[in-house]
């Protein structure tokens, strides 16, 4: 738990508020969101298209050729060796726009791998992911399941530049920047990936399916020899225009961190 923010807070920063639930769960609800949309800022164009239901979104094609020598290359990367390549990364059209490319942030060790889909204006002029008001959520999120961002958690986005005005990333982007990915999961060797929304997913388990459908369920991601489990929820920018869903999430990140307790004691 954050030294800040009682839990009490966490929950009503996401809003949630369990005691409220219990006294009368229907006003409790709608006045905890209210509550939270009122201190809240409204999403702007900095937050990411982060797509929770439209479809279709694009598949990126994971094994095409353009990007295998690239990918070959890439696999033998070390830590420092994958942020230059990222940070030079000319492989798609994205490097055009991008002021910096966004590699990711946090323990290269953790037991937590968190990611999202590209980063937003305020991430593409700092560098870092998840710093805008999506990145606020996410970091009242990670506080709510006793978490913070670089202590045993990495976050990383499905790609490292930023889509022009905020856009789905294409197939292609997608398809281009997933072996920096993958490397960063055989680097990280994370015991847990928590994917953040429809692009995470169509990024990682190359599956275009609704978010409601892969809820609840334990998913699975093959690095190398190793299955890692995958548990994916909202993610936070969809969560700012549909503050109802958070209930949901916390239950995600309930099951999340369940999971990861018995992984941590097998
Ligand atoms: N949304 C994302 O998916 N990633 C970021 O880094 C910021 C917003």
Redesign the pocket.
């Known amino acids: 738990m954050s030294s800040t923010l009682s839990r009490d807070q966490v929950l009503e920063e996401m809003g949630i508020s369990p005691r409220w639930v219990r006294r009368d769960p229907a006003t409790a609800v709608r006045s905890a969101n209210l509550g939270t949309a009122a201190r809240l800022p409204t999403p702007e164009v900095s ?2 298209s ?1 797509q929770a239901e439209p479809l279709p979104l694009p598949l990126p094609e994971k094994r095409v050729a353009p990007v295998l020598d690239s990918r070959v290359d890439i696999a033998g990367m070390n830590w420092e060796d994958l942020r230059q390549r990222i940070k030079s990364c000319q492989s798609c059209n994205l490097c055009t726009e991008r002021k910096q490319a ?1 590699p990711g942030v946090g323990d290269e060790s953790a037991s937590w791998l968190f990611i ?5 204006a ?2 593409d002029a700092r560098g ?5 008001q ?2 606020k959520l996410l970091d009242a999120m990670l506080a709510a399941i006793d978490l913070k961002r670089g202590e045993d958690v990495y ?1 990383a ?2 790609v490292k530049c930023r889509p022009p005005g905020n856009r789905t990333p294409e197939a292609d982007e997608l398809a281009a920047c997933f072996p920096y990915l993958q490397r960063q999961i055989d680097l990280i060797r994370p015991k847990l990936i928590v994917l ?2 429809r ?2 997913v169509a990024s990682v388990l190359g599956q275009d399916a609704s978010l409601s459908s892969l809820r609840g369920k334990t998913l699975s991601y093959r690095a190398g020899d190793r299955e890692v489990p995958v548990i994916v929820t909202y ?3 969809y969560l700012l225009r549909n503050l109802p869903d958070k209930a949901k999430a916390w239950e995600d990140l309930c099951r999340a961190r369940a999971l990861m307790r018995s992984l941590k004691t097998e």
């Open positions: 937050v990411t982060a966004v999202g889909e590209g980063p937003g305020e991430e870092e992911p998840f710093v805008g999506a990145g976050i986005n499905a953040l929304g692009v995470a993610h936070p920018a």
